[in-house]
């Protein structure tokens, strides 16, 4: 059964600096692409960032370029978000998503994604 959790949510200052993890089972983790979406209160779910199953390419909403850094590790089944720079802005709940299995798909989107994680919360407060 696949199974994403992710980890490494808190409270941080504005400036401050948080590493997102999601930790993958269940499925072959380098055949997918893996995204990460959050929701702040009261509004919609938006495409944080995604990484690509074939060549690792990634994709980045505009807001957070520059300061976040998407990255996988296959070997371990774990999908990270660097985040810098934080913003008060940016706080939301975290999610992790996955899709596949992709055999030749050197890119990512922030549609079609099936499968989900609980979520984990950001709060960049002073």
């Known amino acids: 059964q696949l199974q994403l959790v992710e980890s490494g949510g808190g409270l941080v200052q504005p400036g401050g600096s948080l590493r997102l993890s999601c930790a993958a089972s269940?499925?072959?983790?380098?055949?997918?692409?893996l995204a990460w979406f959050r929701q702040a209160p009261g509004k919609e779910r938006e495409g944080v960032s995604c990484?690509?199953?074939?060549?690792?390419?990634?994709n980045y909403l505009d807001s957070v370029k520059g300061r976040f850094t998407v990255s996988r590790d296959n070997a371990k089944n774990t999908v990270y978000l660097q985040m810098s720079s934080l913003k008060e802005e940016d706080t939301a709940v975290y999610f992790c998503?996955?899709?596949?299995?992709?055999?030749?798909?050197?890119?990512?989107?922030?549609?079609?994604?099936?499968?989900w994680g609980q979520g984990t919360q950001v709060t960049v407060s002073s």
């Open positions: 990484i690509s199953s074939v060549g690792g390419n990634t």
């Open positions: 269940g499925f072959s983790f380098h055949l997918y692409n």
């Open positions: 998503a996955a899709e596949g299995p992709f055999s030749h798909r050197p890119s990512c989107d922030f549609s079609g994604y099936d499968s």
